[in-house]
Each structure stands twice: as structure tokens, then as C-alpha cells.
């Protein structure tokens, strides 16, 4: 059919077209059919339709169809339906619980990233394979299309370190210290960090208070290979693209298949060429993770997907009820990180942590002996090697590598959020703090966060101040106030929580 | 925060607004979350994200906001973020298993019809049910949701008398026998049919031919009552609108979700207050059931749901391995079951089929006695009360009642497709010819379509036509014939089919 070309400059994220009611029933498509654009021959777009918006004899073009189509611009095309892409087979054998092949999971993945899904198909794999799940096979396999559908980093010098934290916590800047110990022990790990979602902050929001976080591939490597480390972000990488698909169906869902959350991890890690790689799993309420039986047969999954892909994968379980060390918020949590690295002055919990991880690097990558890691992490932080390296790395980023804490910024609004009475923490509610934390701000307005002044566990009087909540707008401080004193996001109690009285005989 | 409003007049059929990534990270929200304009409580919104499309400051409302908004318009609006409706959380109860309670069912079926759900939401929630299927009690509260989610027909006077095909079997015209014989015999029977989706012809493609088959729940009553049935198009009414709306993301997916399957027809028969149904479930390869056993199973849930809702259910497993009748396409279906009105003149195929089914509504109804339903029926085809009933029928609805099969045009182009050999149709495949039908046109062109001049089992020699095809368009009969002749529909072979050898002794 030949028609008329109107073009709509609406973008959609896909190469989608609309069709006036009567020529689709002419052509003989309904909506979400596809029609292919002659001498367009990569070309098939999913169809809309329309009864008023586009006349008889007209197709609107979206955006990324003009685009695509703008080099042989032409008033009129020629347009036929064209057959559903061979996925759409592919994802309805995942619902009839029927096992993919291989080359089924490449083409597949292909697909995705070169949009030719529409979101309800993307969608209806990503729920099949929630309630199915997939057999390792399979899993490995998504894992290999997904390295294999973007750019790969191949470095000369082996071996590569990684480090991977597994959400839910709030405050967790680890990486911060992580790559610049490692790093500064003449180990290469080129970390990408996603920015938060959910959360209050993620890795790259934190850096990009210190430098530019948006590389490619090549430049990644570059920087990788001069200095031992990055801290970048991701997303601005065209590496294991597939997953930032993926994810944007999952975010709306609230879902993360078992078999998707391993296979988008690890591709991350193999698309940079990681040889050994650790991964953090905090555990516990308010994480993703419950328990520890949970956390063991992620680690094992993990594990058992790093064999297969020829990756040396260790896995710590971690401490995930309270939030690490005592800020959360991109500001707040880099001057922490800063100050440790600075004069290794900070909270037990995050030195802590960040040492254990670095520690089990250290020794995989085989410049620290058996159980020597720890300690060789710690005398990193303490003879300034980290502090140093972490500058280098600021630096070549295109950050100012003379910053100190004391230059970083927070929001000029800040309130306490006092003890009701005399007590212990009993409990922090992470969600909760994360829930304020971005009522505040955060991590958009990156000066908005939580102080906290105590811990689980730790005394106070009623009147103390137990978190200050930073926000850089007025009017978003006072909505995270009023939330957490309407909610307190922790329980104060005496030390004896409940009277249970003696039996009696009566 | 505050925002200056932008029409885009694009529709999208959904509440959905658009805004800059600038503000939307300000405000928290990411790609498929939902917004809330101040002042308007019941609009929530869907966000999409631009870069480009709409400037910082402005959010971009897509035609159906701005048209809820148009009463209260105002050149700046303020937007909040909001919590996601209910039903996404009951839609994921679904896709962990777990089983929904009535209210829940209630909640998502008038978030469904409300089109507050996004596209992707109800694909997980399909995919979801089709994996994990749903309880009887849960169908049961699935499909008195979608009865209470539009408009219902009551009539003060009872039996209302229904049917209904499970699609799959091509040139299945009966209900334009069905409705006048049971009509003409004194019962009530308001049909609602669909248009074909993926077929050549529905029965309200067919009725179209000879009248007008749009109106609403209001004038199929007054039109029911008058002349004792209508021959209406479903889709023009708002009777069981969920369905619709299911539909809309069932197709692009190939899925029928059994429960879905289920609550889909018994919703439509629930709305119109039918009390008596026939369900024709033709059965064989080629049609949606595959086999005898399946068509049991599917009675059986048909019968049950019925009993649920107080409806009479009688089932008819059909023979569908081949098509009913000898035509296929709009007006030669049509044509043909003209002839059987006005002259019993017609295939046994069809006559029986309907006489068959006709004669069960009868015996239902109560105007057959026991086993007496198909020879009323067969009589009230011979003796022209039923011709009599289709043209009061034709007229009530605007059509006109003159009409006679000569009237009816057919396609100009036409071409014959000949048998190779001598021998007998082995097998007719029935997805094949209506492959062929669409690709002759139908059924938009109504006369385009394919007449059978021999059904499977019977002889023929070498040279005979076959089939005819017919066509409104020249290049749409070329490309038909073409398609029959690479990979016909049909087998011919020889009475034996293969010779095998008997055993020598060596």
C-alpha cells in the first residue's frame, strides 16, 4: 500500500508507525502488528492506529522511524505487513514453559536491544521467566548474548578485579574505598556503577560529586590502564545494553527475575573481562536479600554462573539491617568516604566492610596472602596509598584531584529528628530512612541525605538527636520531617523490652 | 511542582503526560511511574521521559489527559508524584501465585476498564494468569467483574436463549441460521458476534452486509423485544468493555488465557441476562481445540461457570477439521446461507450444524420437546418462517429485508485452483484457507474470499477446480493465487495412500 509520509516527532523508544483505522484494515493489521517499509529491508515497525489523528492515505512516522528513515527520505513509502519477528515465538515457548536454545536467547536478546520488541512482549518474558525461571543453560547463555550484544572492554594486562553490590542497603559508599585499595596494589578494576533507582544514592551519583562519570568503553580502558581504576557510570556505556532494556520494563513490574538478576550481574562483569570478582550481598530485613539460606543460594548461583563464563567469583555475605556507616545521600556519603581515606576517621562499620571486600580482592588477585587481605586493606587506607590512588583516579575522570572533604557541599536546610524518650535503637527501618532520604532530595538534589547521629544498639536520651535530615530546598525538608516524625524510621526502647510476668499457682 | 501544560495531541489511549528528565528527577519519578494533578483527584498519569521533546518547566499531556482536563483547563498545573494504583500490587500477587480475593478481582477490573492500568501491567497480569490460571472462585469473581464493568441488558421477559463459537473453524456463518430459526420460534435471543481478528469473517463482518450492526445496549433491548433477535456487532456496545480492553494485549501476545478465555465468553452472555446457552466448540486440528479430550475439559469449565452464574449451559462438541459449508469470505458466506433460508438449498455441513445447535436452544427454551429441537428446526427453515424471521430481523436493524442471495456481489476477480492429480481431498487445512481468504481480501473487501467446490473426501480428477477465489482487487487476487499455488490448502491423493511391501523371506 502506498502511502503518504506525515512525520510525528514524538519519540517512543521504539520504531513504531500509526495507520488511520481504514488503510490498517486494508493492509489487514491490527495494532501491535508489524509493517515493514519497502526498500527499508531491516526496517519493521510495530503499528499503531488511529481514527482521527492520521487521514486516509497518510502513515505517521514516530520519531525513531523518521530518524531511521531520514538518509532516503521519500513523500510517499510503500508499506506491507510484515511478520512478527521471530521472538515473539521465542518468548511465548519461555511461557509455555518450554527451554530456549541457544541461538533462540540470541536472537532473543538481539531483539531487545535493537528495539524490536514492543514493552507488552518484553514484559510478557520478563513475568514468564519470573514465575518459570530458567535452568543454568539458559541463564548462562542470556548471560553470553548480553556481553555479546554490547561493547567489551579486552584488556592486555590480566588479571581484571570487579567488585558487585547487591541492593537494598542504604549509605553503602563502599566502593569508594574499594577501587582505590585495590588499585593502589597494582590490581586493574574498571568499576561501573549504576546510578540509584530506588534508592537514596547510587555509586556513580556519589562520584559524579567529584568528577565526570560518563565514558565509553574505549576511554574506560584507557583511564583503566593508566591509573588501576575508574569509577564510572554504567549506563553512559554501551556495555551489556540489553540489561538497561530490560530494566526498564522491570522498574514499572517492581520485578527482577532470579535468572535476569544473575544474567544482568554477571554480563556487566564479563563484558569489562573481570577475572576474579567479588560480590557483596547484604543480608537481612529491608534488603533484597531476607535471610541468610537466601543468601547463600544467590552466592552459589553466582558462583556456579562465574564458573561457566570462566570467572573467579567469591561472594560475602554482609550485615544489611542498618544502613553502612552513618549517611546516606550522595554528598554526605562522599565526605564520609573522603574523611576515612583522609585520616581513616569514619564508622567502624564502613571501614570495616569496605576492608573485608577489598581484602578478599586483594588475595584473589594474589598481592596479599591467605588472609593477609584484610590487613593489607587496612594499611592501605592508613599509609594515604588509597587516598592517593583515589586522587589519580579522580583526575583522570576530569575531577579536581586536590578536593577534600571539607569542600564538599550539603543542603543548607537541615532539621534533627530527636529521641522521644531514654533508650537503645532497637531497629533502623532502611526503607524508611531511604523513603526520607529521597523526600529530602536525594539523590537528585545531591547535598539531601540523613546524618544519623546513632545506631542500632547504641544509648540515648530522650532529646538527643538521632539523624539530621540535609535537603537543599526548604520545602523538601520540611516534607521529610514531617514524614519522619510522622514515621519514625527507628525504635526507641529501654533495655527491657517486654515485662513477661512468673507463673503463678493459683 | 509547578508546570506549564503542552498539549500533544497524539492519541495513546491511556492517561499518560511526558516530561523533561530534568523534572522528573526532581520530582522523583522514573519511566512508568505515576503523577497526580493537583486539583484533579482522580486523574493519575503515567510518565514517559523526554530529553528533548518538552523543555524543563513543562510537562507534555498526551490527548486523553487533555481532554479529561479540558473542563478546568489552566495554562499551569501542579504535579505531584503519586502511588501506584492497587492493582498493580494484586497484579503481582498473580504473577507470585498467589490466589485473589473477590474485592481484589473488583479493584483490577475497574483499573482495567478505567485504562489506569499501563499496557505492560496487563501483559504481566496475562502472562501471569496464563502460566498460573486462576481458581474456579477467582474465574467466577473475574467474570462477574467484567459483567458489572458495563452495560447489562434485562429484559422482563425470560428465557433469554444465547450461543456462542469458539472460534478456529473458517466459514462458520450459523448464527445467521441460529438466531432466526430460535427467534422465529418465539425465544428471545439478543447476539452479539464479534469481527474477525485473525479469521476471514465474524458474524458481524457477515450481518453487515445486509444491515447496519452498531448500536447500543439500550437499542439491541428495544430491537430484541420487538422482532426476538438481533444480529449485532459486540464491539460497538459497552457490554463486558474489559474484555476489549484484554483483547488489545492478548493479540499482540497470541495468548488466550483459559480463565480470560472463560470469563471473555461468559461475561458477554452474563451482561445481555442470557439463561439459556448454547457453546459450538468445534473441535479437530486447525481450530483452538486440538482434540476431543480438550473439548470436554473446556465444556465442562463452560457448564461449571455457568452453573456459578445461574446460566444453562449446553455444550457442542462440532466437527472443525474442515471449514462449515463451502464458503469463506464475507458475502459468499453470506450468499450462502441466504440459499439455505430461502430455498433449503445449501451444503449438509451447515444446515446440520445449525439445525443441530438451533434444535438445542430450542429444547432449552422450551419449545421442542425432548430430542424434537433439530426437526423444529429443519422445519422452520423448510416452511420460510425463518427467512421470514432474518428479514424482520435485516429490517429492525436499518437493513433491507427485500434482499435475496442475488443481490449480494461477490469479488470481480476471480481465479480457479485445479486439482494436479485425480485421486480425493485427503485433507483440507484450514489455517491455509484463511490465509489465503485475507490475502484475497477478507475481510475488509467483503467480497473477496474462497468458494470450495470440493470438501475433504470427496473425488475428483485431474484439471477439476478445487476452490475459486475471489477478490475486489486484482493485485489482492494475485497475490492469493499465488500463495495457493506455492502451498495449497489442500492434499489430493489417490485412494491408496501408500503401498507397503510384505515381508520375502531371504
Known amino acids: 500500500m502506498q502511502l503518504k509520509v506525515q512525520p510525528i516527532d514524538v519519540k517512543v523508544g521504539k520504531y513504531k508507525v500509526i495507520l488511520n483505522t481504514i488503510d490498517a484494515k486494508e493492509l489487514g493489521v491490527h495494532e501491535g502488528d508489524r509493517v515493514r517499509i519497502k526498500n527499508h529491508v531491516t526496517l519493521t515497525a510495530i503499528v499503531d492506529f488511529t481514527e482521527d489523528m492520521i487521514s486516509p492515505g497518510m502513515i505517521g512516522l514516530y520519531h525513531e522511524v523518521k530518524e531511521a528513515l531520514s538518509k532516503e527520505w521519500t513523500e510517499t513509502v510503500e508499506v506491507f505487513p510484515a511478520e512478527k519477528p521471530k521472538s515473539t515465538y521465542i518468548i511465548r515457548k519461555t511461557m509455555d514453559g518450554q527451554k530456549l536454545t541457544k541461538e533462540e536467547i540470541d536472537i532473543l536478546v538481539k531483539d531487545i536491544v535493537e528495539e524490536n520488541l514492543a514493552e507488552i512482549e518484553i514484559a510478557a518474558f520478563l513475568t514468564a521467566t519470573y514465575i ?43 566502593s569508594l574505598l574499594i577501587v582505590p585499595i585495590v588499585a593502589a596494589n597494582g590490581l586493574l578494576i574498571p568499576k561501573t556503577s549504576s546510578r540509584a533507582i530506588t534508592g537514596a544514592g547510587g555509586t556513580a551519583d556519589l562520584m559524579e560529586i567529584l568528577a565526570p562519570v560518563e565514558f565509553d568503553a574505549a576511554e574506560i580502558k584507557r583511564m ?246 540535609y535537603a537543599e530546598k526548604k520545602s523538601k525538608l520540611e516534607n521529610a520531617v514531617k514524614s519522619a516524625k510522622e514515621r519514625p524510621p527507628f525504635i526507641v526502647e529501654g533495655m527491657m523490652l517486654e515485662r513477661i510476668q512468673s507463673f503463678k499457682e493459683i
Not at 554490547?150 to 549509605?171: A, N, Q
Not at 569489562?272 to 543480608?283: E, K, L, N, R, S
Not at 569542600?407 to 533502623?428: C, H, K, Q, R, W
Request: with cysteine; proline share 5%; glycine share 12%.
Open 132 to 174: 518459570n525461571d530458567m535452568t543454568d543453560d539458559e541463564t548462562e547463555w542470556l548471560t553470553r548474548a548480553m556481553i555479546d550484544s554490547g561493547d567489551k572492554l579486552e584488556f592486555d594486562t590480566h588479571p581484571i578485579m570487579d567488585k558487585h553490590s547487591i541492593g537494598g542497603v542504604p549509605g553503602n559508599k563502599i
Open 224 to 469: 583503566t590502564e593508566e591509573v588501576g581504576g575508574v569509577l564510572v557510570w554504567g549506563g553512559a556505556t554501551n556495555i551489556a545494553p540489553a540489561d538497561d532494556k530490560l530494566i526498564k520494563v522491570e522498574y514499572p513490574l517492581s520485578i527482577d527475575p532470579h535468572c535476569q538478576m544473575l544474567a544482568s550481574i554477571m554480563a556487566k562483569k564479563g563484558a569489562i573481562g573481570a577475572d576474579h570478582v567479588v560480590m557483596d550481598i547484604p543480608t537481612g530485613p529491608g534488603t533484597k536479600i531476607k535471610n541468610v539460606q537466601e543468601g547463600r543460594k544467590l552466592a552459589r548461583d553466582l558462583i556456579n554462573l562465574g564458573d561457566r563464563l570462566g570467572m573467579d567469583v567469591d561472594c560475602a555475605l554482609t550485615y544489611g539491617a542498618s544502613p553502612v556507616g552513618r549517611t546516606i545521600g550522595p554528598a554526605l556519603e562522599v565526605i564520609e568516604a573522603l574523611k576515612v581515606l583522609e585520616s581513616f576517621e569514619g564508622p567502624n562499620s564502613l571501614i570495616e566492610k569496605s576492608a573485608s571486600l577489598a581484602g578478599m580482592l586483594l588475595e584473589m588477585g594474589n598481592v596479599a596472602g591467605k588472609d593477609k587481605g584484610y590487613d593489607l586493606a587496612i594499611e592501605t587506607l592508613k599509609n594515604g596509598k588509597a587516598l592517593t590512588k583515589f586522587k589519580e583516579i579522580i583526575k583522570i575522570q576530569g575531577g579536581n584531584p586536590d578536593v577534600t572533604h571539607k569542600d564538599i557541599s550539603v543542603g543548607e536546610f537541615t532539621e534533627d529528628i530527636i529521641a522521644p524518650n531514654n533508650g537503645y535503637i532497637l531497629e533502623m527501618d532502611n526503607k524508611r530512612l531511604v523513603q526520607i532520604a529521597r523526600l529530602a532530595g536525594a539523590p537528585n538534589d545531591k547535598g539531601a541525605g540523613i546524618l544519623l547521629h546513632r545506631k542500632q544498639g547504641e544509648p540515648l536520651k530522650e532529646g538527643d538527636p538521632v539523624m539530621t535530615i
